[in-house]
């Protein structure tokens, strides 16, 4: 079975700064997703930014980026010039690649708050 | 555009009572659906997920059961409801398979069981 490592439970970073919120997961598989999903207070979630794990450049989506290390089963995620409304819950979840799609792994989240 | 709906927003039912969610799905065919639930300060867990009318596939054993009677249409229900029933209720699709591997989240349910 897939397992997903978020190993920062809090986080916190200073409004225009960078931080990188770290995920690791374990699998036999080759062929699969990654994605980073965000839930604000509204506890709506929603997705940031996903990864092909057949793909080895990183994905960007405007100010969120991966470091997708596939040997090493790293996906961490850096959120540049931080805005105030970044505060949330992050998720990394996997997604293993069957004929058919199958449902996510989740981590157990990282919360991070961007402080002015 | 495709959006997910999730009724009710918020709902508080006493031990012993049934219980009945229902998530519906719009502007996309033949979804791959999902029922999560989030404990408070926890991860989500996978609860069902359907890959089409009446097939649904179950994760956790629990008083909990779900249903597709329609292909948009997703219902988590429960005959007598438990305290450790209570969490945060998400319902999310996907594209069929094969495609559209990103899962949407709906706006889930509040479900407090007193």
């Known amino acids: 079975a897939q397992t997903v490592t978020q190993s920062q439970p809090e986080m916190s970073v200073q409004e225009a700064e960078t931080v990188t919120l770290s995920c690791t997961y374990d699998?036999?598989?080759?062929?699969?997703?990654l994605f980073w999903y965000k839930q604000p207070p509204s506890r709506q979630m929603i997705l940031v930014i996903r990864q092909e794990a057949y793909k080895q450049q990183n994905a960007t989506e405007n100010r969120f980026s991966v470091n997708f290390q596939k040997a090493a089963k790293s996906f961490s995620l850096k959120i540049s010039d931080s805005q105030l409304g970044d505060t949330a819950m992050y998720f990394c979840?996997?997604?293993?690649?069957?004929?058919?799609?199958?449902?996510?792994?989740f981590g157990k989240g990282t919360r991070l708050s961007v402080i002015a | 555009s495709q959006t997910i709906h999730q009724w009710p927003a918020t709902l508080v039912q006493p031990v012993g009572s049934p219980l009945s969610l229902e998530c519906t799905v719009e502007?996309?065919?033949?979804?791959?659906l999902y029922w999560y639930r989030q404990a408070a300060g926890r991860g989500l867990q996978l609860l069902f997920y359907?890959?089409?009318?009446?097939?649904i596939s179950s994760e956790v054993p629990q008083n909990l059961s779900a249903s597709r009677p329609q292909d948009r249409q997703f219902i988590l229900s429960s005959k007598k409801l438990l305290l450790s029933d209570s969490g945060f209720y998400l319902c999310?699709?996907?594209?069929?398979?094969?495609?559209?591997?990103?899962?949407?989240f709906g706006p889930g349910t509040r479900l407090t069981v007193t």
């Open positions: 979840a996997f997604m293993k690649l069957n004929s058919g799609n199958t449902p996510l792994v």
């Open positions: 699998t036999s598989e080759n062929n699969y997703y």
């Open positions: 359907s890959v089409g009318i009446g097939q």
């Open positions: 502007g996309t065919s033949n979804p791959n």
């Open positions: 999310a699709w996907s594209g069929a398979s094969g495609t559209l591997y990103e899962q949407y």
